[in-house]
């Protein structure tokens, strides 16, 4: 595989992009517009720029990586005389079939078309396309180019022969791939989401604050951040939608999402993207922060 098509150039889009461009693969980053295509290529180049800091890459690292992304508007351009296909849209199941649907008409017979979601089925993905055996997930965890892990989800109809392509794939990125099974949530959002969902539940009962809750799971489990911290981080939208999907799958009551998680995204409290969660990441208070360190 040597030439890539990365769509979405989001948050996950432009990670996975810089991770495969960097490695020395063609990409093709595709999005409904040159403004996201701007900011997703103005994100690599910062990250690259990190790197460059920490002495991890040199700038002719950086120019050869950003040299081996090229940005699309149109699917159909983006998509041809490529090997494999990431989508890594909104995670929301009728976009995703949509896509596919599209996928499969655009794209050549041989070509693999893998989805980064977090939770939707692999196999209702494949099944709307003619080529189910070569459909995959693969679910690359954020920040794409820090984390090791890539989960490899096989559909019902996924092939061994891709499976084991997808496999040597991540590990040529420098990934560890790990091989789940396709059921909702697969393995990472199975169980962290119901741990997220149970913090949301501590806070809404009253047991402790947001503070003391994620002050607990750092100092006594060890957790690098809180679990209502990571929430903001992942997209209080994206958890509640891995909720839905792992309740609607399991039919489960301990999957349902907490009331107050449902409350804040309908009024647009959705973490980080928005300024606002369980944490205030508005400029006001980065600001508050910043003078704080010289008072």
Not at 63 to 91: M, R
Not at 196 to 217: P, Q, W
Request: charged share 20%.
């Amino acid at each position: 595989m040597n030439t890539i098509a990365v769509i979405g150039a989001g948050t996950m889009g432009n990670g996975i992009a810089h991770v495969f461009a960097q490695k020395g693969y063609k990409v093709n980053l595709i999005d409904v517009s040159k403004a996201f295509l701007d900011k997703g290529v103005t994100t690599i180049a910062k990250n690259l720029d990190r790197m460059i800091s920490k002495e991890r890459i040199t700038e002719a690292d950086k120019k050869a990586t950003l040299a081996n992304i090229d940005p699309y508007t149109q699917l159909a351009e983006g998509v041809t005389n490529v090997d494999l296909v990431v989508e890594a849209a909104t995670e929301n199941i009728e976009t995703k079939l949509h896509i596919f649907r599209e996928l499969d008409a655009l794209c050549e017979a041989h070509v693999v078309l893998a989805s980064n979601t977090s939770s939707i089925s692999i196999t209702q993905i494949g099944a709307v396309t003619q080529r189910p055996d070569k459909v995959i997930g693969m679910h690359f965890m954020n920040p794409v180019p820090v984390m090791q892990l890539v989960e490899i989800i096989r559909g019902y109809s996924t092939s061994d022969e891709v499976t084991q392509k997808i496999m040597e794939l991540s590990k040529a990125l420098g990934k560890t791939p790990t091989e789940v099974n396709d059921y909702p949530g697969f393995v990472a959002n199975r169980i962290l989401m119901p741990m997220i969902n149970e913090a949301i539940e501590t806070l809404f009962h009253g047991v402790a604050g947001v503070n003391e809750i994620d002050t607990v799971m750092k100092l006594g489990m060890a957790h690098p951040m809180g679990p209502l911290q990571l929430a903001d981080f992942i997209g209080l939208d994206v958890c509640l939608s891995i909720l839905h999907v792992m309740y609607d799958g399991f039919k489960n009551p301990k999957y349902a999402p907490c009331p107050l998680l449902v409350n804040m995204v309908a009024a647009g409290k959705l973490g980080v993207k928005s300024g606002e969660g369980f944490y205030d990441y508005s400029a006001s208070r980065k600001a508050e922060k910043v003078a704080a360190q010289f008072n």
